[in-house]
């Protein structure tokens, strides 16, 4: 499984290419309380667009300009097509029904701010992050 660019303002974003990762995550938490509806509109428009995709300008990591990693969120249904896999590059960050071995709960999770999305940034929330931890239990249903 290979893990992508970063997400975040285009200012801190990195360009490295992406690294193997050698196992799923342990565990993430059973039970949790999601910040947006877990469904993908509203995890598109509170989450990816506005803390990854950047400005209206798509100056973010994953806008318009950036795109990182073959990644954009300043589409709706391109951002779904290439979080599943389906777009450029053809890499899934999300596998529908197993949070645990998706690049984006990986990344998403943990502690190497050098890793972690958002990049060299805060880590998103615990409510945020739940939100796509049982959007992608839920089967990632578009």
């Known amino acids: 499984m290979l893990l992508w660019g970063a997400m975040v303002l285009s200012t801190a974003c990195t360009n490295d290419p992406p690294a193997a990762t050698e196992a799923c995550l342990a565990m993430l ?45 300043n589409d709706i249904d391109e951002a779904y097509e290439e979080l599943l896999g389906h777009g450029t590059g053809g890499q899934a960050r999300v596998l529908p029904g197993d949070p645990e071995c998706s690049v984006l709960m990986e990344r998403l999770e943990t502690d190497d701010t050098a890793k972690r999305m958002p990049y060299m940034a805060a880590q998103l929330s615990a409510g945020a992050r739940c939100a796509i931890q049982q959007w992608i239990e839920a089967g990632a249903p578009r």
């Open 29 to 73: 938490p059973p039970t949790c309380a999601p910040e947006v509806n877990p469904k993908y509109a509203d995890i598109y428009a509170n989450i990816l667009a506005t803390r990854c995709g950047g400005t209206s300008a798509g100056t973010g990591c994953h806008g318009a300009q950036g795109r990182r990693g073959n990644l954009g969120f």
